[in-house]
């Protein structure tokens, strides 16, 4: 084949593979100009005709092939397909076996020889099959309607389309008398309302589901069965060794839910003697062990189930529950490392989201317990004494490092929760520090020296309102603390200085906006209501005030920078 030939044969092949079988045709035949001698484009050729079901031009195309090349077993096979295409389906046995005697090892001839033997969809429905075309061509009522073109054209189209029959029974009478016929129910003098009609109709459409179901299934049934008949003994005693080693594991199941487990166990053992190469036999038996605490037993199930695996009896599904289940078995031993290997071997086989719960929990149970393993309320002073040094030297980061592993060997260290927020105020990490002292008033809400850090640190970020919550929290603990009560004034100072206005003022009128807190008061409808009457009527206004949740609320927004009183 030349060059061009090919370069045309390829865009065919392409067209082909997009479903475009008209403009495939139109290249193969451009390619065949180039070069007629290519049997495989007459192939490819007859092929995009049957995809459009154009069997006659399939065929032809399919001669053709035979012709430039007859020992291609595919032109064979191409020239079956349109010939059953064709309902010629002896003529396409034979065109087959020809095509079988060239290669007996194509197997897309096998398949296709042993699809003509299955009936076709029309042929199963029951108002299209031989035993109905009888009834209708020997029927006075219906014989001479097959001799009525327009009425051909439907019944075809029906065939082609089963699905469509009921549809034209409801506009087209003739398809009415043929339902009559066939099932030798007379639809049209049924007895009742419309709606009984309909349900009439419906449970006959029901019925008729229902039967073909039951013959698909017996079918298959019988299909099954010929096919077993047809196995090598030895491959016939597999099966029944099989279907016997099911039988036992159905039986230790039922002993399983019922909690009796050493019957569960005896059963599990029967079916792995008849069928030692079935994963879930083993995997079961370990599920019982693992139910009687017998740990170690249950994770050499779950390695034999792995064992047999790796000889080539492999279901990943089934491998993937057999290393959970060890996973389970060792993490109930406290053998997270190996608990975590085993799960990640189950992820490796089968991705199911249970296993990855199930590995989620280990690490989060292997990290509590390293951690609590690692608690040292010593060596954690020690971190924080070597922490207090480099912080005197002004390395505040690597301060930092060492009150981090001070508060890892004790996280209910507070004195390290108030050095760590400390040198965090140094770094100006000021939200950071915040989460520091936050944390140590968790711990101990009496340690005075946070609340002093806390209110310093809103001092600090403006947020007046706070820092005076802040200080008179820490004065009520201790009400002579002089670190406290000079916070206090020193906030009291900037709130008054800040009443003139100002860029520094209006700063802080803006962060305290987005504080919830201030959001949330004035918001308070009795809020709303004494700032109303402080304009209008400023007596009745600071009567109000005697109420502590009011004066707060006002002392508040005073601080923030929300309200100004002159």
């Not at 077993?228 to 080693?245: F, N």
């Not at 520090?433 to 640190?457: Q, S, T």
Request: with cysteine; aromatic share 8%; charged share 35%.
């Amino acid at each position: 084949m030349s060059e061009d030939a090919a370069n045309v044969k390829a865009k065919g092949v392409e067209a082909f593979k997009a479903k475009e079988f008209e403009k495939a045709i139109e290249e193969f035949a451009k390619a065949i100009e180039l070069s007629p001698s290519d049997h495989t484009l007459y192939g490819n050729t007859s092929a995009c005709y049957y995809n459009l079901n154009k069997y006659e031009d399939a065929l032809k195309s399919a001669d053709k092939c035979i012709e430039v090349n007859p020992q291609w077993s595919k032109g064979y096979q191409r020239k079956g397909l349109a010939l059953a295409g064709l309902d010629k389906k002896e003529e396409a046995k034979e065109v087959f076996n020809k095509g079988l005697e060239i290669e007996p090892t194509n197997q897309q001839i096998v398949d296709a020889l042993a699809n003509l033997d299955k009936p076709s969809e029309a042929e199963q429905n029951p108002f299209f099959n031989a035993e109905a075309l009888a009834k209708l061509q020997a029927d006075d009522k219906t014989k001479h309607l097959f001799s009525d073109p327009d009425f051909m054209n439907k019944f075809n189209f029906c065939k082609a389309n089963p699905q469509m029959f009921m549809q034209l029974m409801q506009t087209d009478p003739r398809f009415m008398t043929v339902f009559q016929v066939v099932t030798g129910i007379d639809l049209q003098n049924m007895q009742g309302s419309p709606m009984q009609q309909n349900e009439q109709m419906e449970e006959l459409k029901n019925k008729r589901e229902a039967e073909e179901k039951k013959h698909k299934e017996e079918e298959e049934t019988r299909k099954k069965k010929e096919e077993e008949d047809a196995l090598p003994d030895e491959e016939k005693q597999k099966l029944e060794d099989k279907k016997e080693a099911d039988k036992e594991k159905d039986l230790g199941n039922t002993h399983y839910k019922n909690k009796d487990f050493e019957e569960a166990l005896k059963h599990y053992q029967n079916a792995i003697d008849l069928f030692p190469t079935e994963l879930t036999y083993y995997t079961n038996k370990a599920a019982v062990f693992f139910e009687m605490k017998e740990y170690d037993q249950c994770i050499e199930m779950c390695d034999k189930a792995a064992e047999i695996a790796q000889q080539g009896i492999y279901d990943y599904k089934k491998l993937g529950k057999a290393f959970a289940r060890k996973g389970n078995a060792l993490f109930k031993q406290e053998k997270y490392d190996e608990s975590i290997a085993a799960y990640k071997k189950a992820m490796l086989e089968n991705n199911d989201f249970s296993f990855k719960d199930a590995l989620r929990k280990v690490e989060k149970v292997k990290k509590k317990t390293e951690d609590e393993a690692y608690i040292d309320p010593v060596k954690s002073e020690e971190h924080r004494e070597a922490g207090n040094k480099i912080f005197k030297e002004g390395k505040f980061p690597d301060a930092i490092k060492e009150y981090d592993e001070g508060l890892r060997r004790d996280p209910n260290n507070v004195k390290i929760y108030s050095n760590r927020a400390f040198a965090y105020i140094k770094l100006m990490e000021l939200p950071t520090a915040l989460k520091d002292i936050n944390k140590g008033l968790e711990i101990d809400p009496e340690f005075i020296k946070l609340w002093v850090r806390k209110g310093n640190l809103h001092f600090l970020m403006k947020e007046y309102h706070k820092a005076l919550a802040a200080f008179d929290k820490g004065l009520k603990i201790d009400a002579n603390n002089q670190e406290l009560s000079q916070g206090k004034q020193k906030v009291m100072m900037a709130i008054n200085a800040g009443s003139s206005g100002g860029d520094d003022d209006q700063e802080r009128m803006n962060n305290a906006m987005g504080d919830p807190e201030i959001q949330e008061l004035l918001k308070d409808y009795r809020v709303q209501s004494l700032l109303q009457e402080m304009q209008n009527d400023p007596a009745s206004a600071q009567a109000k005030l005697k109420d502590p949740f009011l004066a707060e609320a006002i002392n508040k927004l005073v601080a923030a920078g929300v309200l100004k009183i002159k």
